[in-house]
T-cell receptor, first 112, second 113 residues
């Protein structure tokens, strides 16, 4: 069963624009993580936000978490062609920090 | 550091054959896991281990076995391959006392005919 649901499933924007992806989940979490997957490659961790945090920044990435709505968003500012990838959210449940439950991902295409 | 390594990168099996997917990490991580990734779906957890000698089932364990005799290695065995096991398989590891960030291998693309 999937805990995280990303929205949209696919997103195509011009280079330089901002990209926003959303993730919703169903049960209480310890933390929520975002990963990037380039085509044909393994996943790479981008950022983690704990359940008691509301916003976190890392370079051009901004993540927000709303536990009352059970949702998170990932904002990539000033997008670049190299940001073209699939982005996944993963939730760590309250009783199991190491088991992550994954959404189906958002496929982001940055047009030059 | 090589990180998480997986072999082979590609494999084609016939229905009924068995094989072992290899996974190794050199980061001294306690937690290791195997996922499968199918088109249009997120990762699904097959098996995981929280340390040498300790393994447990994930969401989709049927048809797969694992063992963890050392901290470094976590092989995944397909007992009798079926077309439904055609997928991309990822191994991941994590430091048990840290931020729970998982490090992934490059994946094994398996086709069962």
């Amino acid at each position: 069963s999937q805990q995280g649901e990303e929205d949209p499933q696919a997103l195509s924007i011009q280079e330089g624009e901002n990209a926003t992806m959303n993730c919703s989940y169903k049960t209480s979490i310890n933390n929520l993580q975002w990963y990037r997957q380039n085509s044909g490659r393994g996943l790479v961790h981008l950022i983690l936000i704990r359940s008691n945090e509301r916003e976190k920044h890392s370079g051009r990435l901004r993540v927000t978490l709303d536990t009352s709505k059970k949702s998170s968003s990932l904002l990539i500012t000033a997008s670049r062609a190299a940001d073209t990838a699939s982005y996944f959210c993963a939730t760590a449940l309250m009783d199991s920090n190491y088991q992550l439950i994954w959404g189906a991902g958002t496929k982001l295409i940055i047009k030059p | 550091n090589a990180g998480v390594t997986q072999t082979p990168k590609f494999q084609v099996l016939k229905t009924g054959q068995s094989m072992t997917l290899q996974c190794a990490q050199d980061m001294n991580h306690e937690y290791m896991s195997w996922y499968r990734q199918d088109p249009g779906m997120g990762l699904r957890l097959i098996h995981y281990s929280v340390g040498a000698g300790i393994t447990d089932q994930g969401e989709v364990p049927n048809g797969y076995n694992v063992s963890r005799s050392t901290t470094e290695d976590f092989p995944l065995r397909l007992l009798s391959a079926a077309p439904s096991q055609t997928s991309v398989y990822f191994c991941a590891s994590s430091y048990a006392g840290g931020t729970y960030e998982q490090y992934f291998g490059p994946g094994t693309r398996l086709t069962v005919t």
